[in-house]
């Protein structure tokens, strides 16, 4: 009688820890997976850009210095060669990028 009343205590301790730890897990993950990134709204950042007849190529190279980002592509595929020119004040960098890249029918994706 002893022997079984001692298994169920150890089995409702393992079994209430193990709870007690599955909870937190739940919990702490959700935190996790809810977290905001910084980066995710780099696009809605408003700036004041300029460029007047250079090139694709150099006109991307002076956003990311205008901006904390890093644009990747294909240079075999994109115009970089072609001469640009914008003029942008006080506009979100989404808007200057269509207004940069829609005359070449070129898209760009956030990752």
């Known amino acids: 009688m002893k022997k079984s009343l001692t298994i169920k205590r150890l089995f409702h301790q393992i079994v209430f820890q193990s709870m007690q730890q599955l909870l937190l897990v739940f919990l702490f993950?959700?935190?996790a997976l809810s977290a905001p990134v910084a980066g995710q709204h780099i696009l809605d950042k408003k700036i004041s850009f300029q460029v007047d007849n250079v090139t694709l190529e150099k006109a991307l190279h002076q956003l990311e210095k205008a901006v904390p980002i890093k644009f990747s592509y294909n240079s075999r595929s994109l115009p970089l060669q072609?001469?640009?020119?914008?003029?942008?004040?006080?506009?979100?960098?989404s808007r200057i990028l269509d207004k940069l890249l829609a005359p070449f029918q070129i898209t760009y994706k956030q990752v």
């Open 82 to 93: 072609q001469p640009v020119t914008l003029q942008a004040t006080n506009e979100e960098l």
């Open 29 to 31: 993950s959700g935190i």
